[in-house]
């Protein structure tokens, strides 16, 4: 008998770690692999960042924190919410978690009860689904393609919507599809949920400042969405600290002390640390992200210049993060060097081994026609990558 809670067992893995975990193994191996499967900056958090980090050290940050955050660092992500997205939350409405992603986790969890459906616009970020099925409600995919760059219709969210609708939840900039939102297509995503005052929507903004469009409109500004808008936000992409592991939300009072209450049960304050250099990451002029910002845009245009001259490949452009999510399912059916392409996986699969580069199966973000590669590395790197990638699909 399996001791394991269903729970566990009907859980998915990560399929974007098990990707880099793979990547990882096969390098200790001695293989060439270069990996475009891990959503991480490939630069260093920014000195300033570490040197109040190393400040707040010697200044024995070493206790536990406030389950929800630092009373300093909630007041600097309330003056980042208002300077950056023109959203007036107070510091009761902050809670500081270990990432986004305990910030994602801990509004399923205090949000949706078993039966409860939330709305999926896919392509979306793996974990989203899984969040949804731990907290037994039930997750919604509705489908977009590379024709409509990956963008979820007004008529399709009315469509999905039924009596047991309680969230959406998405990301603009989009992991994986870098899809960016902008005001009016919010705006007339509003305008259906006018109509249904009981659902409310989870804003996954981490990738904000990694964005090519010019401009970013947050949901909540949208007349009616404020207190309905949950928005999930974090230092860990625009300002290089993936590891330093610090999210946060801004919510109506009444889920901020629900998310609360749920993490003073499971992890507590988030690194004591981590949420003073945060303090000094969020009160910074965006202007520092600049130059990251810029490589990111050059790497796309190289990425997205390459993938349009690989036959059987459809690419769209996007706007933001850094990420790519070609359409590749007319290789499905085919045969590849002896190797049977059904799928995504199949082809994501292969990639790895006849080429030598890591990539995601779009199965894993709701989208099985693509695969996502993340171009959070060097130009010389991702030149080699698609080099590779276009003789093995030849």
């Known amino acids: 008998m399996n001791p394991l809670s269903d729970r566990i067992n ?10 880099a975990a793979k990547a990882r193994e096969l390098k200790a191996q ?8 891990l959503g991480e900056p490939d630069f260093n958090t920014p000195d300033f960042i570490k040197e109040a980090a190393i400040k707040a050290i010697h200044e024995n940050y070493s206790t536990y924190s406030p389950v929800d955050g630092y009373a300093e660092l909630k007041d600097a992500i309330v003056r980042k919410f208002k300077r950056d997205n023109n959203l007036d939350y107070k510091p009761a409405n902050i809670v500081v978690s270990t990432g986004a992603k305990q910030s994602l986790y801990n509004v399923c969890q205090v949000m949706l009860n078993p039966g409860d459906e939330c709305i999926l616009p896919a392509p979306y970020w793996v974990s989203y689904s899984e969040m949804v099925k731990m907290a037994e409600a039930n997750p919604v995919e509705v489908p977009t393609s590379v024709e409509s760059d990956f963008k979820i219709t007004p008529e399709q969210l009315e469509a999905a919507i039924t009596p047991k609708t309680k969230l959406i939840m998405f990301s ?10 902008n005001e009016a297509e919010l705006t007339a995503i509003a305008k259906v949920l006018e109509k249904y005052p009981n659902i409310y929507i989870v804003s996954d ?3 904000e400042h990694i964005n090519f469009s010019g401009t970013f409109c947050s949901i909540a500004t949208i007349p009616g969405m404020f207190d309905r808008t949950i928005t999930v936000n974090g230092v860990a992409k625009a300002f290089a600290m993936t590891g330093w592991r610090i999210g946060y939300i801004g919510a109506p009072e009444f889920i901020a002390k629900a998310c609360t209450k749920m993490q003073g049960q499971v992890t507590s ?23 990251m910002v810029q490589a990111f ?42 190797v049977a392409i059904k799928n995504a996986d199949d082809l994501s699969m292969y990639l790895l081994e006849y080429a030598n580069v890591a990539t995601v199966t779009g199965d894993a973000f709701g989208n099985p026609d693509c695969i996502r590669f993340s171009y959070a590395t060097s130009e010389d790197i991702l030149t080699e990558a698609l080099r590779r990638i276009k003789e093995a699909l030849a």
């Open 10 to 19: 009907n859980l998915s893995v990560s399929q974007t770690l098990a990707m």
């Open 172 to 181: 603009s900039p989009c992991n994986p599809s870098g899809s960016v939102y």
């Open 205 to 207: 903004e981490i990738y």
């Open 30 to 37: 001695g293989k060439d692999i270069i990996s475009l499967s």
């Open 297 to 338: 845009h050059s790497r796309r245009d190289l990425v997205v210049g390459l993938l349009k001259e690989i036959p059987g490949i459809k690419i769209n452009t996007p706007e933001g993060a850094f990420y790519v999510f070609p359409d590749v399912s007319s290789f499905f059916g085919k045969t590849l060097n002896g």
């Open 269 to 291: 304050g988030a690194n004591s640390i981590a949420q003073q250099a945060t303090i000094t990451a969020l009160d910074a002029d965006p202007s520092v992200l600049k130059e």
